[in-house]
């Protein structure tokens, strides 16, 4: 099985390909434009035989021949999102279609990391997959949920005008080994900021809500989803629910319990809420989170710990 990755250099995707690697079938190409991945997070596989790594964005056409092909690439993180939404919504819209239209080439089946995004500031909870979300369309957020949104159409509009194999994940706050230390998203920033002994961020109210699903379940996840028959959209998330200041008061007592916690300003339209229902996942999958946060956050911090040079006190 000949499988393209892209966005396989971040942090997902890399973690994604060290499983499909494990396999002595299975050929690897990763595509990837560095934006907010790094070759570091594949080095291993570098000089591999059944690997390729290729420097390429996806809103540019790639000509390549492969059997599967599991579409990550788009950065994730929101400051980075927020970036340069301009490149962001080309990537979910212009780096889909070309992705489908490569699928549709070499009849490849293609599997799209969704998000929870699409349910916006959800009216539901916990979120099913039947529910059309609560989005702004002219929002700060939008170029990542509204791309992701017409991303999700896309896939379905090839399926059924063109036959093509898809598999929609609808993934939900995902951590672990290999988060860029930087990249704003919430637990990254608080290990970062615990190892640090810098204070503990909470943006306003503090009241918000996440599930956060290790990433190794998440990768086992993608993977049975791709290999079923089921089209998706499926959810895959940690139902486990928690507020942004019971997330910092856990980072305390398991990292630093010297760190302060403070509040911070928030950004516009940050969804209030976000849970997953996984009543999905679970019946068309077989699959369910196994890594809780507390056993989570201590692998995150070892990762985070080695990166940064800090040891841990006493
Ligand atoms: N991590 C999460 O919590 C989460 C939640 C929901 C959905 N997702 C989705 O999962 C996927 C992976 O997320 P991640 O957390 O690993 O993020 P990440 O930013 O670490 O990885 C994204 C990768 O895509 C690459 N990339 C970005 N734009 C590209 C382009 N135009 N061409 C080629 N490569 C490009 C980046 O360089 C990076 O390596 C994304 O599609 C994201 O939307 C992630
Ligand atoms: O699961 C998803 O679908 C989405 O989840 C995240 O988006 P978000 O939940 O906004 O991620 P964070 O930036 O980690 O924020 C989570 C919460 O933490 C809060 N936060 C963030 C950073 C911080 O230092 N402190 C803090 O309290 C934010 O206000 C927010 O309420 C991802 O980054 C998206 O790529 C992904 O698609």
């Known amino acids: 099985m000949r499988i393209l990755v892209t966005g396989g250099a971040g942090f997902i995707g890399s973690h994604l390909v060290d499983k499909l690697m494990e396999n002595e079938k299975n050929e690897v190409i990763v595509v990837d434009n560095y934006f907010t991945g ?5 080095s291993q596989w570098i000089g591999h035989p ?7 964005d996806v809103t540019e056409p790639l000509l390549i021949e492969v059997d ?8 994730a993180s929101p400051i980075f999102y927020k970036y340069n939404p301009v490149k962001t919504i080309k990537t979910n819209v212009i780096g889909t279609l070309n992705m489908l239209g490569l699928a549709k080439r070499v009849g490849a089946r293609i599997l799209l990391t969704s998000t929870s995004e699409v349910y916006g500031d959800p009216l539901v909870h916990p979120q099913d997959e039947s ?5 702004n369309p002219i929002g700060v957020r939008s170029c990542y949920d509204e791309g992701k949104r017409v991303a999700e159409t896309l896939m379905f509009d090839y399926h059924r005008q063109h036959g093509i194999e898809i598999r929609i994940a609808r993934i939900f706050n995902t951590y672990g080994p290999r988060m860029n230390i930087d990249d704003g998203r919430v637990v990254s920033n608080f290990i970062a900021q615990a190892i640090r002994d810098e204070p503990l961020t909470v943006q306003l109210p503090g009241t918000q809500t996440r599930s956060f699903c290790y990433v190794s379940d998440m990768v086992d996840g993608l993977i049975r989803l791709m290999e079923g028959d089921n089209t998706g959209p499926i959810n895959i998330g940690n139902p486990g629910e928690f507020t942004m200041l019971e997330l910092a008061e856990t980072v305390k ?8 916690i403070v509040t911070v300003e928030n ?18 999958l077989g699959w369910e989170p196994k890594v809780k946060l ?8 070892e990762d985070f710990r080695k990166r940064l040079g800090i040891l841990r006190k006493n």
């Open 50 to 56: 059944r690997f390729e790594l290729i420097r390429h």
């Open 68 to 75: 599967q092909i599991y579409h990550l690439a788009c950065p």
């Open 267 to 284: 950004t516009p339209d940050d969804p209030r809420q976000r849970k997953p229902d996984i009543t999905k996942a679970k019946e068309l």
């Open 38 to 42: 790094s070759k570091d997070n594949v």
């Open 253 to 260: 007592e398991t990292i630093n319990s010297d760190v302060k």
């Open 294 to 301: 507390r056993e989570g956050l201590p692998l995150m911090e």
């Open 131 to 135: 529910y059309w979300g609560n989005v």
